[in-house]
């Protein structure tokens, strides 16, 4: 058996090529080139120092926030109230010519890269491959990589006469800002060829019929869009393609080029996924996971002959929640986003988003803890990286907690604006709907951690390859492994437990329970992250050219590792950090 390492984040689907030589692999959050400029992580109860954003030598003389149009915020600042907007990081995105740019085409490229990449945390030269496909050699086990082609790649599949790689997936347009702008326009549904000797790719968007000016249509026109493509099979001469839309529930036919042969999709079942040809009879098969069953579709008449139904013991309440998570159809002004469009599975898309609204009020919560805190929040919040829905809903026998990043939504019931406000939605879920969403919300946890033993107990050992440690002089150090009981002793006696409280975020509550919003943050009030997926935000990296994601750690994600937090983020720790084998051993703990 043979290892063969992939340097992406959830390698996924894979296909071998026509000749049996290669193997494609598709990265599944492999990114979209997207990365976030903020002040270096200081001592936490301290204000940061200014960042890249507040540098009079940037694009907008220091002006944070920035103007996401010319010189005004478009849609235009209220001004009704006096408070100003928090200092925020940034959101840019590397351009074809290897720029990186913001959304009103402002260069932070020396402040990511260039001479100045030492204020955002980074070395000069910093720089983020953005790979989406490994093509792994099957005699030599070589992997290269295609690049630049989409954030989620979601399914894969092989021309069988050209020998094009076809990738299907989205693609956020996270370095937009502002929820007016981005509201159901802040995904592409794309199909990507590559050619895998040259990698050079064509990408193709699968909606056409689309403008993205519009924001919403007549449900008949919402019926020709496909979302969330997770299966794609091409003929035997590389003809047509077949393309499933799971959450679009249906499938269309593409040509050689990459181009919809009809606009009119087949209709399937609930969340189409996997699909298999039978070309000697004409036939798909289709998996349709949400309504169990599977599609016979007649390929020449284009047309489904019949749905088998195939045993399920999802209950039924379950099935019914899936329709307001994965819906786009029912939950979208066009028919290609949903809540799953950010949150793929009820996880994360690993970007950070700004869906602030200079237009927006201030929203004021008064907590009922002791003292009845009142906590005021600036419509205005800056980037904010996607959070697992996982475990997100608290049980019944628990304080219920305040959500968001900066708690300014009291319960899941606060996020129903988002199918209007975000997805351009005609109505909001109804209340019997907004329940059956947290039912199903409420049946997802987090899963085993994959760094514990198999009985659930710590190792003696954990593995940190890609951690690194203090620098040997300018060379980073790769950490060695970590004993993570060696640190349980520091994380439960240091200021640690004092906000992650059992390993989970210490929330500000509405039950009178202990409040934990942290104050002095330049974004007002935020709540203390829980810790169980923190294994899934690694791979960024600030002193590499070669890291696998945009986007680390803090709310918005501008920490590349933990041994940086660890470091720069407690001043009154370093002496418990002063060698690469107790970071290790504190870094194994957290994971």
Known sequence: MTNIAVSGERPRAMVASPDGTK??????????????????????????????????????????????TGTNFFPARNLSYTNLPPRVSHIVRKNNGGRWIDDNNGDWTEWVSGTNAAASGRITGWDLPDRDVAIIDTTTFEVNYAARLMNLCMAIAANPVTGEI???????????????????????????????????????????????????LPQAQRAFSLSEPRGMEWNSNGTRAYITGMGSRNMIVVDASGERVSPQPIELGEGPTGLALDEARGRAYVWNRFSSSISVVDTVAESVLTNVPVFDPTPDIIRRGRRHMFDTRK??????????????????????????????????????????????????????????????????????????????????????????????????????????????????????NVHRTFSNTFPALVPLPGHYGIPNGSTPTLLPPGNPQARLSIFSSFVCTTCHDSYSGRSATVSGNVVDVRRGHPQGFFLTPQLRNLTDKTGMDGSSTNGRAGFGFMHDGRVDTLSRFLNDGFAVVPASFVSNQRIADMVAFLL
């Not at 199909?191 to 990408?203: G, I, K, S, W, Y």
């Open 331 to 448: 939950t979208s002004g066009l028919g290609i986003v949903s809540c799953a469009s950010c949150h793929p599975d009820t996880r994360m898309d690993r970007l950070a988003w700004d869906i602030g609204d200079p237009a927006g009020k201030l929203v004021t919560l008064t907590n009922s803890a002791p003292g009845g805190q009142v906590l005021t929040y600036h419509p205005m919040k800056g980037p904010m990286v996607t959070q697992t829905l996982q475990d997100i809903i608290t049980p019944p026998t628990k304080p219920q907690q305040l959500m968001h990043w900066r708690g300014d939504r009291l319960n899941i019931e606060d996020f129903n604006q988002t199918f209007t406000n975000l997805l351009a939605n005609d109505v909001a879920l109804t209340a019997d709907e907004m329940t059956e969403l947290k039912v199903l919300l409420s049946s997802i946890f987090t899963p085993p």
């Open 166 to 216: 076809s990738v299907v997936g989205s693609d956020g347009t996270n370095e937009k800002r502002f929820e007016p702008v981005l509201n159901g326009v802040f995904l592409r549904i794309s199909l990507a060829l590559v050619d895998p000797v040259t990698r050079t790719n064509r990408v193709r968007d699968l909606n056409p019929h689309l403008d993205y000016i519009t924001r919403t």
């Open 23 to 68: 193997v494609y692999v598709a990265i599944f959050e492999s990114g979209n080139g997207s990365t976030v400029v903020g002040p270096k992580l200081t001592d936490e109860s301290k204000l940061p120092a200014p960042g890249p954003t507040d540098d009079v030598r940037g694009p907008y003389q220091g002006q944070n926030p920035p103007p996401n």
